[in-house]
């Protein structure tokens, strides 16, 4: 099987890092986090990849070429401008023959694949989208009246949690039909489509820990996080 990896946003988000180089190449620890992402899939037996670029693209070219250094096989599908994450996957259509493993570049997960397309194959659908646990604690409390404006609640700094996406999926090729070739396209519009067609589609629910380097902040976390796992190992 094999695995596509969308690569090609602009990272509008985290400039100035990404003037000089596109978001999946920033460093995390002693690596770029694409290479992490590339590394994890070929733990989990996925050594044939499909990267999709565009902004800075040789920046990803040239450091991973035919993916030989790692032990794979790595070929790229460019696109001119931003694609959305729906346009992008559009444009791999014939680089796929079949079932497909889809990750974001933005984002490192530390799970089972294994298990997911394990998960996938026997519900038979037409795609899973891996899902984890996630919480998060508003430092600011809500405050609730009626309509003459009384105070009836106070929610001292709520928590939220739920399952999310982590941008990681099991996909069988048809699910491409849903997404116009040539414009910019939403990932979530393509499942938009799929579901009011009637397509099923399930959601794996994996424990573990995933990155995301989607903005300043959550790069500077990441960042941090490796940098004391790569002292540890040091």
């Known amino acids: 099987m094999k695995a596509v990896i969308l690569a090609g946003g602009l990272g509008t988000r985290l400039r100035p890092y990404t003037f000089f ?60 401008g931003p694609m959305g994450t729906g346009g992008q996957l559009k444009t791999v259509e014939g680089r796929v023959d079949d079932r497909f493993l ?7 997960v530390e799970a089972d694949f294994r298990k997911l397309v394990e998960f ?37 700094k709520p928590e939220f949690k739920g399952w999310i996406n982590v941008g990681c ?11 116009p070739a040539g414009k910019m396209f939403g990932m979530d519009e393509a499942f938009r489509l799929a579901m009011k067609a009637g397509e099923p589609i399930y959601l794996h629910r994996s424990e573990g820990d995933f990155v995301d380097i989607g903005d300043k902040k959550s790069y500077m976390a990441a960042y ?9 190992i040091l």
């Open 21 to 80: 180089a596109p978001k999946p190449m920033l460093p995390l620890g002693d690596r770029p986090l694409l290479e992490h992402i590339l590394l994890g899939l070929k733990d989990h037996g996925f050594t044939d990849a499909v990267i999709t670029v565009s902004y800075l693209r040789r920046a990803i070219e040239d450091y991973f070429r035919d993916g030989s250094d790692l032990g794979m096989k790595i070929e790229y599908v460019r696109s001119d």
């Open 102 to 108: 889809l990750v974001y570049a933005d984002m490192y």
């Open 120 to 156: 996938h194959e026997s519900k038979k659908g037409l795609a899973t989208v891996l899902v984890m646990p996630y919480r998060e604690t508003l430092k600011y409390g809500f405050l609730d009246s009626d309509d003459q404006g009384r105070l009836v609640d106070w929610r001292e």
């Open 169 to 179: 999926y099991v996909m069988e090729k048809r699910f491409l039909d849903y997404i």
């Open 224 to 232: 941090n996080k490796y940098l004391q796992k790569l002292g540890r």
